[in-house]
């Protein structure tokens, strides 16, 4: 029911759906918390720019808009009137847009209520999305695969040569206390050196080691080949598939594939591979019950291998960090806890500069969320979930142009009894706003350069001393 679902033009329509619901919640929840405050609420839009259609109900316009991605709520009491041009607002009907001064003013506290509500809106959503992840029966999550025990090292990486063995429990990483398997990534991408110290317990004794650190086909560098120890189970199975027809279910775990014992999912991907054509036994378990199946396993061109149909759940790598809980508190409090560690981590001079390499913009998040609707419909659920987190959080920041800037200005009111000056908040929100746009442009360049480099090298990943070696040969050239 949840498996993959989506395919060619549909992608693109669950995508765009998707993307832009996150910003349509935010939105709706500024729309009601206006209307039923008594704002002057001139537009409230579903996309961006020249309308496709609309009309006017209570002296309100609705219109669907050509740019199909979120949407906008037009209050002329709140957002200065500049921002309607970034909105598209008068685009498609050439009116002049309503001064602020001429409509009655609003107490500050109803602005701070009205600024809050879409990131409210947001949370709300989340919490839905997160109750849909606990609700739907699944063994893709596994509350104890966050804990950082090894179970699964990857003997190509750097890491398998350093002394590191599975079992282990990783503690640390350069002196930074670790939580689950998304702090070691994101800790050692912030890394000031090609080496990260992990710190681990193994069979009771505190080890160090120092390991090298991995550069990644996107120009990261990261702590690769450690992964936790899980169950190879089957995630999807795809209609068509020889998994399919002989029997295969979503859930089923991996014990064997012929007549070799499966540890590790990433082996399990290449002895598939290693088999095409060749009708081979593979044993799963099944309600606590040893299943036998014969599959054959069929060349995919696109990818360049052999499959028997099935996408995985879990196995021998890093869960996705929208993907590490089932109870919804866990899943919430990690989403805010992943996106409050860049925010520290853009503020801390020493980290600042990996932080803000490492961010992703428009591109980023939609190449992310194709991946995850193509892995499973509850593996796009977890990310949008995931991104409205940060959403909320990232438009309560004090800045101009987002909606903590409005409640640094509703609080200002308040405090000194007397509103900013017009003139200065006009100026003020469209300068962070052309700044906005810009860091906007220019992720979006650089997101777009990054996957170009990593489907141009593929999905493997290159060690720091390779890449380097090409860049040199680049250079002489």
Same mark, same amino acid.
């Given at each position: 029911?949840?498996?993959?679902?989506?395919?060619?033009?549909?992608?693109? #329509?669950?995508?765009?759906?998707?993307?832009?619901?996150?910003?349509?919640?935010? *939105?709706? =929840?500024?729309?009601?918390?206006?209307?039923?405050?008594?704002?002057?609420? $001139?537009?409230?839009?579903?996309?961006?720019?020249?309308?496709?259609?609309?009309?006017?109900?209570?002296?309100?316009?609705?219109?669907?808009?050509?740019?199909?991605?979120?949407?906008?709520?037009?209050?002329?009491?709140?957002?200065?009137?500049?921002? %309607?041009?970034?909105?598209?607002? $008068?685009?498609?009907?050439?009116?002049?847009?309503? %001064?602020?001064?001429?409509?009655?003013?609003?107490?500050?506290?109803?602005?701070?209520?009205?600024?809050?509500?879409?990131?409210?809106?947001?949370? &709300?959503?989340?919490?839905?999305?997160?109750?849909?992840? @606990?609700?739907?029966?699944?063994?893709?999550?596994?509350?104890?695969?966050?804990?950082?025990?090894? !179970? @699964? &090292?990857?003997?190509?990486?750097?890491?398998? *040569?350093? =002394?590191?063995? /599975?079992?282990?429990?990783?503690?640390?990483?350069?002196?930074? @206390?670790?939580?689950?398997?998304?702090? #070691?990534?994101?800790?050692?991408?912030?890394?000031?050196?090609?080496?990260?110290?992990?710190?681990? +317990?193994?069979?009771?004794?505190?080890?160090?080691?120092? #390991?090298?650190?991995?550069?990644?086909?996107?120009?990261? @560098?990261?702590?690769?080949?450690?992964?936790?120890?899980?169950?190879?189970?089957?995630?999807?199975?795809?209609?068509? !598939?020889?998994?399919?027809?002989? =029997?295969?279910?979503?859930?089923? &775990?991996?014990?064997?594939?012929?007549?070799?014992?499966?540890?590790?999912?990433?082996?399990?991907?290449?002895?598939?591979?290693?088999?095409?054509?060749?009708?081979?036994?593979?044993?799963? &378990?099944?309600?606590?019950?040893?299943?036998?199946?014969?599959?054959?396993?069929?060349?995919? *061109?696109?990818? =360049?291998?052999?499959?028997? !149909?099935? +996408?995985?759940?879990?196995?021998?790598?890093?869960?996705?960090?929208?993907?590490?809980?089932? /109870?919804?508190?866990?899943?919430?409090? +990690?989403?805010?806890?992943?996106?409050?560690?860049?925010?520290?981590?853009?503020?801390?001079?020493?980290?600042?500069?990996?932080?803000?390499?490492?961010?992703?913009?428009?591109?980023?998040?939609?190449?992310?969320?194709?991946?995850?609707?193509?892995?499973?419909?509850?593996?796009?659920?977890?990310?949008?979930?995931?991104?409205?987190?940060?959403?909320?959080?990232?438009?309560?920041?004090?800045?101009?142009?987002?909606?903590?800037?409005?409640?640094?200005?509703?609080?200002? %009111?308040?405090?000194?009894?007397?509103?900013?000056?017009?003139?200065?908040? $006009?100026?003020?929100?469209?300068?962070?706003?052309?700044?906005?746009?810009?860091?906007?442009?220019?992720?979006?360049?650089?997101?777009?350069?990054?996957?170009?480099?990593?489907?141009?090298?593929?999905?493997?990943?290159?060690?720091?001393? *390779?890449?380097?070696?090409?860049?040199?040969?680049?250079?002489?050239?």
């Amino acid at each position: 029911m949840f498996g993959t679902i989506i395919n060619g033009f549909l992608d693109v #329509v669950i995508l765009v759906l998707f993307f832009s619901f996150a910003v349509f919640v935010h *939105e709706f =929840g500024h729309f009601i918390a206006a209307v039923k405050l008594g704002f002057k609420v $001139n537009v409230f839009s579903i996309g961006f720019g020249p309308a496709l259609f609309k009309w006017e109900r209570n002296g309100i316009v609705y219109k669907f808009s050509v740019v199909p991605f979120g949407g906008y709520v037009a209050l002329p009491q709140l957002d200065p009137t500049g921002m %309607e041009k970034i909105q598209g607002e $008068n685009a498609d009907d050439g009116e002049e847009p309503e %001064e602020v001064e001429q409509i009655e003013d609003i107490a500050a506290w109803k602005k701070i209520i009205v600024a809050v509500a879409g990131p409210l809106g947001n949370i &709300i959503f989340a919490v839905i999305l997160a109750f849909i992840i @606990y609700w739907v029966p699944t063994k893709d999550l596994d509350e104890t695969s966050s804990d950082c025990v090894i !179970g @699964y &090292i990857d003997e190509s990486a750097p890491v398998s *040569e350093v =002394g590191i063995k /599975k079992g282990d429990l990783i503690l640390a990483v350069n002196g930074e @206390y670790i939580k689950n398997w998304y702090d #070691v990534s994101m800790v050692s991408l912030l890394s000031q050196s090609t080496t990260a110290v992990v710190r681990v +317990s193994s069979e009771g004794v505190i080890k160090e080691f120092d #390991v090298p650190l991995t550069m990644t086909s996107m120009g990261e @560098y990261l702590l690769v080949g450690l992964a936790p120890d899980a169950a190879c189970v089957v995630g999807d199975v795809m209609e068509g !598939g020889s998994a399919a027809s002989a =029997g295969l279910q979503s859930g089923d &775990i991996i014990q064997s594939f012929n007549n070799i014992v499966v540890d590790d999912g990433n082996r399990f991907i290449d002895m598939v591979a290693e088999r095409p054509g060749m009708e081979t036994d593979i044993v799963i &378990i099944r309600s606590g019950k040893d299943m036998t199946f014969k599959v054959t396993p069929a060349m995919n *061109e696109t990818i =360049g291998r052999a499959v028997i !149909g099935i +996408s995985m759940g879990t196995f021998g790598h890093q869960p996705m960090p929208w993907m590490m809980y089932k /109870k919804p508190s866990a899943q919430l409090k +990690s989403d805010a806890s992943s996106i409050l560690r860049i925010l520290r981590a853009l503020v801390t001079p020493k980290e600042s500069g990996k932080a803000a390499k490492g961010l992703g913009g428009p591109v980023m998040i939609f190449v992310t969320l194709w991946f995850a609707i193509q892995e499973s419909f509850l593996n796009a659920v977890g990310f949008l979930r995931f991104l409205n987190v940060n959403l909320a959080i990232l438009n309560l920041l004090p800045i101009p142009v987002l909606d903590g800037g409005h409640i640094v200005f509703a609080l200002y %009111e308040i405090t000194f009894k007397r509103k900013p000056s017009p003139k200065f908040v $006009n100026i003020i929100v469209n300068f962070f706003a052309i700044l906005l746009i810009g860091a906007f442009i220019t992720l979006t360049f650089r997101d777009t350069f990054r996957m170009k480099k990593a489907f141009w090298h593929g999905d493997k990943n290159a060690t720091v001393e *390779e890449v380097e070696q090409v860049d040199q040969a680049e250079e002489a050239k």
